[in-house]
């Protein structure tokens, strides 16, 4: 599976950007697919996760009530809607695709369980 991402920016705090990942290569709806971001000097950490069907979505604590993630099968596409950006926010974002039916997790969405990483779009967020 190949991953394009999309549609980061610099953005005022309490601004929106929606995030957008294309995939070709792979039956798209056999994977989970999940965005991560990595901020200068951290540890690229899970945003949100979405199952193959695209009926179950989870969240970290930071994106919760503020992010949404969705998931077009028929355009092989996995978006996610920023809204209240915060200057913490600022990292490049990452989408990712796992093979599976399970529920899109942290768990079984962990760095270590990914089987395809898109290049990342950086978001800039201004205080």
């Known amino acids: 599976v190949q991953l394009q991402a999309c549609g980061g920016g610099l953005v005022q705090a309490g601004g929106s950007l929606r995030l957008s990942c294309v995939a070709s290569?792979?039956?798209?709806?056999?994977?989970?697919m999940g965005w991560f971001r990595q901020a200068p000097g951290k540890e690229r950490e899970y945003v949100s996760g979405?199952?193959?069907?695209?009926?179950?979505?989870d969240y970290a604590g930071s994106a919760k009530d503020r992010f949404t993630i969705s998931r077009d099968n028929r355009k092989n596409t996995v978006y996610l809607q920023m809204n209240s950006l915060k200057p913490e926010d600022t990292a490049v974002y990452y989408c990712?695709?796992?093979?599976?039916?399970?529920?899109?997790?942290?768990?079984?969405?962990?760095?270590?369980?990914?089987?395809?990483w898109g290049k990342g779009t950086q978001v800039t967020v201004s205080s």
């Open positions: 979405i199952s193959w069907s695209g009926s179950m979505t």
């Open positions: 290569g792979e039956i798209f709806s056999r994977y989970a």
């Open positions: 990712a695709a796992r093979q599976s039916f399970l529920p899109a997790t942290s768990q079984n969405m962990g760095v270590h369980n990914i089987d395809y």
